[in-house]
């Protein structure tokens, strides 16, 4: 069922509502940022008392409108909820917090669908997982638990996480990348997860991380996780651990400027993750064991604007190198995009972003096409145009246009043009 063009007059009447709506509510849960405001009172005590309940629901209908392997559309959801406690306030525990998430997703991703088919009924085209897809919050109809996660915080410098984390909040993290809709940058760069060494939202798994800001300019973060997670049940609730190795992480964050007032940073950070566990081997149909991956990233504002901190232009960055081009299906990539806060003259807070992938595939991760087998891809390189419109009510509307040339790395399909458009409101 195509639902995009009920979705669009459904976005219409969003836009025109928190347009013409007065901002009101309290100091701290907003209509500004929260659709449903303070609950007339009732969250403001909620929080008080160590208790902050969020609610997400985001959208990301897109529509190939040229090459790939068919023009059509698709629509996909993530429904977010999250409990966030103050373990101080309410049982005597100083220093800790307790965060849990449920993620509720539906919908099937444009990319492996109709730009390059994982695979076609009739035989004749088999490519396997699409890893740079057009739209990030696919998986499927699935309701999962994500976070189960307690934080430690004894002294500023000082950070622990332990229980069931997410590895990329804790690592390749930044704020800028969530401009963008495709998957080779929103979460984190797609590379590190080329084979699933490590994971991301809405994937968890047992882990513990520590933090330890050295000064003003130095972080140091490392991790170590069960690396199972791809073998476990898919609610979330599977707690059994060992089935697949450990996961280990360690990142260096230089900074230049934290930008504690707001806005982008000056950082650049370094980092690497081994995984021992097994991945299949694209070479010899087996499974090799282990897989190491090593990232440099960077943030910088280039210039910010005077009068808000948070305006301004700002570049971000991101190399990711796996050792193995047999296991990893992206030996290399590289993300460069652009970032820019209150461009338009009374647009505070609208983002305009452009970002560019360049994606090396594997020689080894071969493809069908036309009954012909074992195909050698090419290099795939995205372009991305958004322009994320900040509205009150809690209200973001983004809407996206991507150029992708050889997408995943076919060199029989034509080039593709995607248009989408991101909708986040938060409750």
């Known amino acids: 069922m195509n639902r995009l063009p009920g979705l669009i007059l459904c976005t219409t009447f969003i836009l025109l509502t928190v347009t013409m709506s007065p901002a009101i509510g309290g100091d701290r849960y907003t209509f500004s940022e929260y659709l449903t ?14 208790i902050d309940i969020g609610l997400n629901y985001t959208t990301e209908p897109a529509a190939s409108i040229a090459g790939g392997y068919q023009q059509n559309n698709t629509y996909l959801h993530n429904i977010n909820a ?29 990319s492996e669908k109709y730009i390059v088919p994982s695979a076609t009924a009739d035989g004749r ?18 309701t999962k638990l994500v976070n189960f996660q307690f934080t430690t915080q004894p002294t500023t ?54 933090r330890y800001r050295a000064n003003s300019i130095l972080d140091l973060k490392c991790g170590i996780f069960d690396g199972g997670w791809t073998k476990q049940y898919p609610n979330g609730w599977d707690w059994t651990i060992g089935r697949n190795g450990v996961a280990a992480a360690g990142e260096a964050q230089v900074y230049a400027d934290r930008a504690e007032g707001g806005g982008a940073q000056r950082v650049v950070k370094f980092g690497v993750n081994q995984n021992t566990g097994d991945f299949d081997n694209f070479k010899t149909g087996g499974q090799t064991g282990g897989q190491t991956s090593l990232y440099l990233l960077t943030d910088w504002m280039l210039i910010r604007e005077s009068g808000d901190p948070t305006q301004g232009l700002a570049f971000l960055g991101a190399v990711v190198w796996n050792t193995n081009d047999e296991t990893a299906a992206l030996p ?24 560019v992938t360049l994606a090396d595939h594997s020689k080894y991760n071969t493809y069908t096409h036309d009954f012909v087998s074992n195909k050698t891809r090419g290099d795939e390189t995205v372009f991305e145009l958004d322009y994320n419109i900040v509205l009150d009510y809690g209200v973001q509307v983004m809407p996206t246009l991507q150029y992708i040339i050889h997408p995943n790395g076919s060199q029989d399909f034509g080039d593709a043009t995607v248009i989408g458009l991101k909708l986040s409101v938060t409750l």
């Open 157 to 210: 410098q000082w950070r622990f996480d332990y229980g069931r984390l997410v590895m990329n909040d804790l690592f390749l993290r930044s704020d800028l990348y969530c401009n963008f809709i495709n998957n080779a940058i929103c979460g984190s760069p797609k590379g590190v997860f080329t084979p699933y060494a490590l994971n991301a939202y809405p994937d968890a798994t047992a882990g513990v991380h520590v």
């Open 82 to 110: 999250e409990l966030n406690m103050d373990i101080d306030k309410l049982f005597g525990l100083k220093n800790t917090t307790f965060l849990v998430k449920y993620s509720s997703r539906s919908g099937d991703n444009l």
């Open 332 to 355: 290399l990539s590289t993300n460069l995009g652009l970032v820019y806060e209150g461009l338009l003259p009374t647009r505070d807070h609208d983002k305009l972003g452009l970002m």
């Open 37 to 50: 405001g303070d609950w007339a009172g009732y969250r403001t005590r909620l929080h008080e008392k160590g």
């Open 125 to 142: 085209y088999f490519y396997g997982e699409y890893y740079n897809k057009s739209q990030e919050a696919y998986g499927g109809q699935t």
